[in-house]
């Protein structure tokens, strides 16, 4: 079975792969260059056209209140370029949006259901400003991760704002929809070690004894043990290193 870590700065893959006896290391390894290919084409993809929305310099101007708007109009503005980072990816489900004033507006597909405590805690602002401009991904629910970065002022470059972009976690399922149906499993975190996604219980729980009894630090290739459950350990993560 296989643990897989990633993060659009998640931070690494690993694949276990329950009772690997009929399947080589090799053969792992060559699963985990797959799925590391996968999501770096995939989340490269997903950032790539989210910057080419909001990396605009009315976007920029906007954020730091330096365009002559009623609050009503810079709401209505501000919360459109949610509307319009929603409308390229059908998982997309929201987007949160802080601006320079920590002033926080919100576009969903659906309805909202953060409190504005949650909404805090998924911006960031001080850790997406500390990671400046890459992505931070984040859990929130068995449905729902967030991708997190922090806008800049194209005139100028400096920080703005913070973004954060709800993804529902069926946006991951076509990259590794052919190993869960092999009867492997997939865990996603990112790399400070939060799970975002796991196919099921077991793969959690043998990320996180990955974590606690082998403090990270499993050799490639080698057996784990979890639950009575034996596992081959593979590593791999996103070419920045947030997801693994």
């Not at 931070?136 to 002022?153: E, G, N, Q, R």
């Not at 590794?176 to 149906?181: M, S």
Request: hydrophobic share 35%; net charge neutral; aromatic share 12%.
């Amino acid at each position: 079975i296989v643990i897989m870590t990633v993060f659009m700065s998640v931070s690494g893959y690993y694949i276990p792969k329950e009772m690997l006896l009929s399947q080589s290391r090799e053969q792992s390894q060559e699963l985990i260059k797959q799925l590391s290919d996968n999501f770096n084409y995939s989340i490269q993809a997903m950032e790539g056209n989210i910057t080419s929305v909001t990396f605009t310099y009315e976007f920029g101007r906007l954020l730091s209140n330096r365009l002559s708007l009623a609050p009503y109009e810079r709401k209505e503005a501000i919360t459109a370029y949610g509307y319009s980072v929603i409308s390229y990816q059908k998982h997309i489900q929201c987007v949160l949006i802080e601006d320079s004033e920590g002033k926080i507006y919100s576009s969903w597909r659906k309805k909202d259901i953060l409190t504005k405590e949650e909404k805090e805690q998924l911006l960031d602002r001080d850790m997406a400003y500390k990671l400046k401009g890459k992505t931070l991904w984040k859990p929130y629910s068995d449905d729902l991760v967030f991708a997190t970065k922090v806008i800049f002022d194209r005139g100028n470059m400096q920080p703005v704002g913070v973004m954060s972009v709800g993804v529902d976690v069926d946006y991951f399922s076509g990259m590794y929809q052919g190993l869960v149906d092999n009867g492997n499993g997939i865990v996603i975190l990112n790399k400070y070690g939060d799970i975002l996604v796991a196919t099921d219980e077991n793969y959690e729980n043998a990320a996180r004894d990955i974590q606690t009894k082998y403090k990270g630090k499993a050799i490639s290739g080698s057996q784990i043990v979890s639950r009575d459950r034996t596992y081959i350990y593979t590593p791999g993560e996103t070419k920045d290193g947030r997801i693994q």
